[in-house]
């Protein structure tokens, strides 16, 4: 994978990748199978209710159908895959230094924002219902320390529980050094007074 | 509903004088070149909206093997039916 777009420092590695839940898409795709099938099933009810007479009109321009059809279908496989690389490109990389949030609102519409780990305050996951629970996604809500910045959310998120022990885990190694290091000179200072 | 269509059927026959085939067939030519028409505008929609597509794979994909397999898969799809598209408008 090419990480470059990123701007990595250079000791800096990505941890984890979170992105969506697969079953987000899924809906989309269900959606645009709906719409594609819909066109089809309207045809042959068209073909048995309507007198055998206007059955033969429409069947005698079959091709034209077809290439109505055709291009219906082209227009949901194109809106399809604008969809899912909205899906895909909505990202949070986890990296050794910060969490690198990447929000892909739409195909002219990206935002890109910092977290350092030391500015974290509290990560939340909320998995609310039956089938969150059952496919392991939910919300992830990180709330940082200083005042006036956003809280970064990511929706539906697959497997946000181990996102979040990442993120812990990360932030303990980023904060606990600093915290050691201030308590030791904090205990110097005292010996040497 | 069936007496409704037939009624309809009826009223656009004596309409045009000839039935619905024969209405199509006299504006063959002008059905056809609008035909080609939207086909050119729905293509030059396509291949626009592909570039936007490809750029955003290249740009932010990082190279992953889902965005190549994505690629492979929307080419293979677009191609069929572009294809299937070109064929009815041949035999129209």
């Known amino acids: ?193 | 509903m069936t007496s409704m269509l037939l009624a309809t059927t009826t009223a656009v026959r004596s309409a045009f004088g000839h039935s619905w085939s024969g209405v199509l067939n006299t504006a063959d030519l002008s059905l056809k070149n609008i035909l080609w028409a939207i086909f050119t505008v729905v293509f030059i929609v396509y291949v626009i909206t592909t570039l936007v597509l490809l750029f955003h794979w290249r740009q932010y994909g990082m190279g992953t093997k889902r965005i190549v397999a994505a690629k492979i898969i929307y080419f293979f799809v677009s191609i069929i039916i572009i294809a299937v598209a070109l064929f009815s408008l041949f035999f129209i």
């Not at chain 1, 309507?50 to 069947?59: D, E, G, L, N």
């Open chain 1, 1 to 193: 994978m090419v990480f470059s777009q990123l701007e990595l420092q250079p000791q800096e590695t990505i941890v984890l990748e979170v992105r969506k839940h697969w079953i987000v898409f899924i809906g989309h795709a269900i959606f645009s199978f709906i719409a594609a099938v819909l066109p089809l099933v309207a045809y042959t009810l068209l073909l048995v209710f309507v007198p055998r007479t206007v059955a033969q009109q429409i069947i005698s321009h079959f091709f034209l159908t077809l290439f109505v059809y055709s291009l219906w279908l082209l227009l949901i496989w194109v809106v399809l895959f604008i969809r899912w690389t909205n899906y895909y490109l909505d990202v949070w990389y986890i990296t050794t230094e910060r969490i690198i949030d990447i929000d892909q609102k739409g195909v002219f519409h990206r935002e890109i924002s910092n977290l350092r780990f030391d500015r974290i305050q509290d990560v939340t996951v909320e998995v609310s219902g039956v089938v969150a629970t059952f496919f392991k996604f939910g919300n992830l809500r990180v709330q940082t320390a200083a005042e006036n910045s956003k809280d970064y959310t990511m929706n539906n998120v697959s497997h946000p529980e181990h996102a979040r022990t990442i993120i812990f885990e990360m932030h303990n190694k980023k904060i606990r050094p600093s915290h050691i290091e201030v308590a030791k000179s904090s205990e110097g200072t005292d010996g040497l007074r």
